[in-house]
């Protein structure tokens, strides 16, 4: 079994406002040192497959049909 | 200016409804090699601070107060 990581953030240039708020809130809060935030996803999977490359292939497959939506998105697929 | 990276995902043992619609939906479109799927969430912060120390404390902060639930959400805190 493979375990990888899969992570989904938006491209730069593409507006982010839930990170916006987050901006806001922990400004809020007292932490004025803080930029500019971000948020993106993060996908954990497990796959029943023995060879790595195959499996990296299938995952990098995932996340242009599913996972990530390529016009804003990029993603980062790790194996662990 | 510090950049980090917070990943946040759900603590072993919490139902992830999410993760489990997004493996069925990977099992419909011929990926069926896939076990189990989870979701987390990113963050990536910019910090007007110099020092990496200071900045991972800070950081460390915003999770507990913030951007995890660590009732049932695990944190990670990377500096990049």
Do not use: H
Not at 13 to 19: A, C, K, S
Not at 34 to 53: H, I, M, N, T
Request: proline share 2%; net charge negative; hydrophobic share 40%.
């Amino acid at each position: 079994m493979i375990k990888a990581r899969v992570t989904v953030t938006l491209k730069n240039g593409v507006l982010d406002p839930q990170g916006k708020a987050i901006e806001g809130a922990l400004g809020s809060l007292g932490f004025e040192d803080v930029g500019q935030v971000r948020q993106g996803k993060v996908f954990d999977l497990e796959l029943d497959s023995a060879d790595p490359g195959t499996a990296k292939q299938q995952i990098t497959a995932m996340c242009e049909k599913l996972l990530a939506n390529t016009v804003i998105e990029d993603y980062a697929v790790e194996l662990l």
